[in-house]
């Protein structure tokens, strides 16, 4: 069982928050790598988004491919504005949103259920 995050998924934090934009996930890998290496990195990001530490904005595909940057509940609780200027300023990040809170709103709902 895990203690926390790992070593990759802080540096993929530490990557996308000093980047200042919402990136890609070829622009956060770079040049290409190991299968295994870039296997490791998509599970890191999905795991990061599933735990609401990174927001996913876009759809996914080749002419809106998702991006990813820090959740914007964190931005806010750090009060970091150059960060929120950049979420808010990408064109898909308020449906990204919605899509969030969509998401939320079903696993609070399934968790308030009587057992």
Same mark, same amino acid.
Request: aromatic content about 6%; cysteine-free; charged content about 35%.
């Given at each position: 069982?895990?203690?926390?995050?790992?070593?990759?998924? #802080?540096?993929?934090?530490?990557?996308?928050? +000093? +980047?200042?934009?919402?990136?890609?996930? $070829?622009?956060? #890998?770079?040049?290409?790598? +190991?299968?295994?290496?870039? #296997?490791?990195?998509?599970? !890191?990001?999905?795991?990061?988004?599933?735990?609401?530490?990174?927001? !996913?904005?876009? *759809?996914?595909?080749?002419?809106?491919?998702?991006?990813?940057?820090? +959740?914007?509940?964190?931005?806010?609780?750090?009060? *970091?504005?150059?960060?929120?200027?950049?979420?808010?300023?990408?064109?898909?990040?308020? =449906?990204?949103? *919605?899509?969030?809170? $969509?998401?939320?709103? #079903? =696993?609070?709902?399934? !968790?308030?259920?009587?057992?």
């Amino acid at each position: 069982m895990s203690r926390g995050f790992g070593r990759l998924q #802080r540096s993929l934090m530490a990557i996308i928050r +000093h +980047h200042g934009r919402p990136m890609t996930f $070829a622009e956060i #890998r770079g040049e290409r790598r +190991h299968p295994t290496r870039e #296997r490791s990195v998509r599970r !890191a990001l999905r795991s990061l988004v599933d735990d609401y530490m990174l927001i !996913a904005i876009g *759809d996914g595909g080749r002419r809106e491919p998702t991006r990813y940057f820090i +959740h914007p509940l964190i931005i806010r609780k750090a009060g *970091d504005k150059d960060l929120w200027q950049a979420f808010e300023g990408d064109p898909g990040a308020e =449906e990204a949103v *919605d899509k969030m809170t $969509a998401s939320m709103a #079903r =696993e609070t709902r399934g !968790a308030s259920e009587p057992l």
